[in-house]
């Protein structure tokens, strides 16, 4: 594996230890209180998350099995977080949960990537 791949796949993983530390250090209360008007509390943010790793595991897949695939992205403009899909977690824990285990599917598929397959590629609509 090129040497160039190995620092961002570590950056990723790391993640795996420093969201949940971030995380379990604020107070339930505090995680569901937004910071301002039109701002999203940390939980809406921690659900944003899973959404965009949800995206992520679908786009990897996409591009390493399809040649020039075309993506697309669940709620690519934010618009549905909040109000619908935030709402199916119960608490932050659980999101980050959720997260976490999606989190560690896509660091074990890039950890398997070839050179070759770090040259494909796709396009987003």
Sequence with gaps: MPDEWDRPLAVFAETLVVLPRLIEAVESEQLHRDPAPDEWSPHVVVCHLVLDEMNTAMILRLILTQED??????????????????????????????WRVLREDNVRLCGSVSPDDLERLGRAF
Excluded: K
């Design 69 to 98: 695939p075309a993506l697309v992205a669940i709620d690519a403009d934010n618009t549905l977080c909040e109000t619908r899909f935030a709402p199916l977690y119960p608490d932050t824990a659980t999101a980050l949960g959720v």
